[in-house]
Antibody
Framework: EVQLVESGGSLVQPGGSLRLSCAAS????????MSWVRQAPGKGLAWVSA????????YYADSVKGRFTISRDNSKNTLYLQMNNLRAEDTAVYYC??????????????WGQGTLVTVSS | QSALTQPRSVSGSPGQSVTISCTGS?????????VSWYQQHPGKAPKLMIY???KRPSGVPDRFSGSKSDNTASLTISGLQAEDEADYYC???????????FGGGTKLTVL
């Protein structure tokens, strides 16, 4: 059974940093691209970042480029999101999501339960 | 990376059919056959319902179908059931720069 379990969300002050983790199990982690998708309170879904199975290729939404870094440790079956210089508008539930295996990395067939990041003073 | 345009809400009675539209541009929906749809119940993670415009993952009822014409994708739910009441999001690949864009979401109410 595929499982994705996020952790690391908390309350942080504007300008602060946070690292999210997503522990994966039930599939060959290194074979699949992974993404982070966020959802601000009461709002819709927004794609944040993606990483290839090997970790060699990464992509970011404009809104987080230069502030967030996605990475993965395939030996630990874990996905990360390092978030620096956090802003109030980064407040959201952050989901990690597994790609179905498409060439576009845009079909998310499994999602974690989400972890809440709140940026506030 | 502009969001795709969806109606804010749609509704239908049990047994009826509803269609949710998702309008983008030639840079996303119209340019690629990488459209997907997600169902999200309150407080839950999204669930993949349609991918590759019209394919259903294993376990998704065939009451759910997808299509695309030019820059607009559509999700049709036939034989509405109470458990279909949820938020629905479309999603499209948008090229190497923008990568992935979501629609703003549509709240489906089963009357």
């Amino acid at each position: 059974e595929v499982q994705l379990v996020e952790s690391g969300g908390s309350l942080v002050q504007p300008g602060g940093s946070l690292r999210l983790s997503c522990a994966a199990s039930g599939f060959t982690f290194s074979s699949y691209a992974m993404s982070w998708v966020r959802q601000a309170p009461g709002k819709g879904l927004a794609w944040v970042s993606a990483i290839s199975g090997s970790g060699a290729t990464t992509y970011y939404a404009d809104s987080v480029k230069g502030r967030f870094t996605i990475s993965r440790d395939n030996s630990k079956n874990t996905l990360y999101l390092q978030m620096n210089n956090l802003r109030a508008e980064d407040t959201a539930v952050y989901y990690c999501a597994k790609d179905l295996g498409s060439g576009a990395w845009s079909f998310f067939d499994y999602w974690g339960q989400g972890t809440l990041v709140t940026v506030s003073s | 990376q502009s969001a795709l345009t969806q109606p804010r809400s749609v509704s239908g009675s049990p047994g009826q059919s509803v269609t949710i539209s998702c309008t983008g541009s030639s840079s996303d929906v119209g340019g690629y056959n990488y459209v997907s749809w997600y169902q999200q119940h309150p407080g839950k993670a999204p669930k993949l319902m349609i991918y590759d415009v019209s394919k259903r993952p294993s376990g998704v009822p065939d009451r759910f179908s997808g299509s695309k014409s030019d820059n607009t994708a559509s999700l049709t739910i036939s034989g509405l059931q109470a458990e279909d009441e949820a938020d629905y999001y479309c999603c499209s690949y948008a090229g190497n720069y923008a990568r992935v864009v979501f629609g703003g979401g549509t709240k489906l109410t089963v009357l």
